[in-house]
């Protein structure tokens, strides 16, 4: 028999009404006083909860849901197969405000991704939802939601030409790949047009949404628009529903006179004060996260067209990218007024625009990526985390066994990689009401990517020497890597240079996502073994023979030939000459190991001959 919505929700609230013993002790529901679409952070339930960690997947129970939940349940399967079981108790206790199941969040790792699967929490239409992940220690951040299958669909209102549909279909340099990798679908409307009528570029026949991002721009002075009032009342409505809005250049700013685009400038977290403006044709990476990981890995010093600030002070955006020049700082609040790319939530702004249709390789990547990125609500109960990516640098390495022999050294080395751990959970946001009505357990993931192998160098300083790691044409990946085994372990061998005393090997371990340890040096000279002037790892009669050659040399007032090392090691009498007398201990030493003299470092043979005996021997 089929029950309708109403027969369910009179059972439900007659069940409440026979279960309300002890009821002042229930949780708050979430939706009674949140009018915002901030996310809710869950909170663990320790109390009642077992947590398994295992070697890439960990589930933590924490839930705050419309249901008074006194105890949590999940069984969620971990990257391995195995399960962490959790026993629960709910307690049945529903109202019609509260007439939507539990949000419950799942997580698996395949091929590099996180899998992430949730229930729908209510039947009704008007609900989106929201992810937000942080790297263990960190802050929430509000992700992408995309869920590998769909693509997100992009309006671009466009004040001179429609620029962006040909920057991410476009390849990048030599490649084939397109700037926006086919993530996308990009539409675009001018915005004489769009001022004109938003309901029907922004709204299906049944009242929904068309889009899941508007970008705003690309032009020079936005070639003179601004939003007209309808255009701004409903782009604040998409922006209130959790869709995501990015301002190109020249729409919020300084001396302008677009009074609507300045409408959204709290939302967005930024402050409009002086025209005081900073132009750049470099930007500057300046936080790491999800914006910068996918579907692009966007680091270090990016080539843009020229751009600028127009009084635009970023209080509190989160600044992903700086203009090349020097900082403008607000000096009553701090604001940075010098950006090229901020976020705050689901609203951007870029500085892309100021040269009408130029656009980099690095400046299209951005886009791609900011889009993406700013894509965070959505009907669907999946998403597939694609920048699951390990962040952390590997432990320092360590040397178990070296040696020196014949001007080489040879060095058995190890080095252990350390997880990016990560927390996920989700939201449920009624896009009538535009606030969070539910916020799921967090589930737990760590990536591993193992250790790819060394970086080494011998110089003659004992200085931390970061210079030596070198990168390729894509200034990621790290170049003249000696590979590691699965285990992280590798045997080193480095040619030594003769002539010098004091050498250091410089090793650092680097992952295979290309992220750097500490640096390990290794002292290789400060001994240098007396008599061995070839450096062949023996004194015998060769070592004599060249140290007499030498003196022959220095008595008939000729050059000397011996370097550095070479006199350190040749000068065994501690007179500081080389003479004969050192050539004859050279030759008295060799002969002792030669009838089974058991010490091997001439230094310790000293200490117990009798010198006197040698000289005398010397003088007849």
């Known amino acids: ?46 109390s009642a909860t077992t947590t398994t960690t295992m070697a890439v997947s960990t589930t933590a129970s924490a839930t705050t849901t419309l249901t008074a939940a006194t ?36 997580s698996k790792i395949e091929d590099n ?3 992430l699967t949730w229930n729908n929490v209510s039947d009704e239409d008007g609900f989106g939802y929201q992810l937000f992940r942080r790297e263990s220690g960190s802050d929430w951040e509000v992700r992408s939601i995309w869920n590998e299958k769909e693509k997100v669909d992009v309006l671009n209102i466009y004040p001179a030409q429609p620029f962006l549909e040909e920057w991410m279909t476009s390849p990048i340099g030599e490649t084939e790949t397109p700037a926006g990798k086919d993530l996308m ?7 004489d047009d769009f001022n004109s009528d938003p309901v029907t570029y922004l709204y299906n026949e049944d009242g929904s949404w068309k889009y899941d991002v508007l970008f705003v721009g690309a032009a020079d002075y936005n070639s003179g628009f601004d939003f007209s009032n309808e255009a701004m009342e409903e782009v604040t409505k998409f922006e209130k529903s959790g869709r995501g809005v990015l301002f190109g250049h020249d729409t919020l700013g300084a001396g302008l006179g677009y009074t609507n685009f300045n409408t959204f400038a709290e939302d967005l977290g930024i402050l409009i004060g002086a025209r005081n403006t900073s132009a750049s044709n470099i930007a500057t990476v300046v936080k790491t996260g999800v914006m910068t990981d996918y579907p692009w890995t966007i680091r270090g010093t990016l080539d843009i067209p020229s751009c600028h600030t127009t009084g635009q002070y970023a209080l509190d ?7 090349g020049t020097g900082d403008i700082i607000d000096a009553e609040t701090g604001a940075i007024g010098n950006f090229y790319l901020i976020t705050n939530n689901n609203l951007g702004m870029i500085q892309t625009g100021h040269s009408n249709g130029q656009a980099t390789d690095d400046e299209r990547k951005v886009l791609a990526n900011t889009l993406f990125f700013l894509y965070q609500n959505s009907d669907s109960t999946n998403a597939v985390d694609g920048a699951f990516t390990d962040r952390k640098a590997p432990q320092k390495p360590d040397v178990s066994d070296s040696n020196v022999n014949n001007s080489k050294m040879r060095l058995s080395v190890q080095a252990k990689d350390e997880p990016t751990v990560y927390d996920y959970y989700v939201s449920a946001v009624s896009e009538k009401e535009s606030k969070v009505v539910a916020s799921s357990n967090i589930v737990q993931e760590k990536s591993l990517s193992g250790i790819a192998g060394f970086v080494v160098k011998v110089t003659d300083s004992n200085k931390e020497t970061p210079e030596i790691i070198e990168y390729e044409d894509d200034k990621e990946t790290v170049k003249n890597i ?45 001994y240098v073994k007396l008599g061995d002037v070839n450096f062949d790892g023996e004194v015998n009669a060769v070592d004599a023979s060249l140290i007499l050659a030498e003196y022959a040399r220095i008595s008939t007032k000729q050059p000397a030939a011996f370097t550095e090392k070479q006199f350190v090691a040749g000068e065994v009498d501690g007179n500081g000459i080389i003479d004969a007398a050192d050539a004859s201990l050279v030759l008295a030493y060799y002969s002792y190991l030669s009838t089974g003299g058991e010490l091997d470092d001439m230094r310790d043979w000293l200490q117990i001959v009798d010198l006197s005996a040698i000289e005398e021997k010397l003088a007849e």
């Open 1 to 46: 028999m089929k029950v309708s919505k109403a027969t369910k929700k009179a059972l439900s609230v007659c069940m409440s009404m026979l279960l309300t013993v002890n009821t002042c002790s229930v949780m708050n529901l979430i939706a009674a006083d949140n009018d915002s679409t901030e996310p809710i952070e869950p909170s663990i339930a320790t």
């Open 71 to 106: 105890e949590v349940s999940t069984t969620t399967a971990s990257a391995l197969g195995t399960e962490t079981e959790e026993t629960t108790t709910t307690s049945a206790v529903t109202t019609e405000a509260t007439a939507m199941a539990e949000l419950k969040l799942n």
């Open 113 to 115: 991704k996180v899998t």
């Open 185 to 191: 679908n990009i539409s675009s409307v001018y915005f």
């Open 317 to 323: 955006a989160t600044v992903w990218m700086t203009l």
């Open 482 to 526: 000696i590979p590691a085994d699965e285990e992280g372990m590798a045997e080193l061998e480095v040619e030594l240079d003769d002539t010098v005393i004091s050498q250091y090997v410089h090793i650092f371990a680097v992952d295979n996502e290309n992220n750097i340890s500490e640096e390990l040096i290794v002292p290789v000279n400060d």
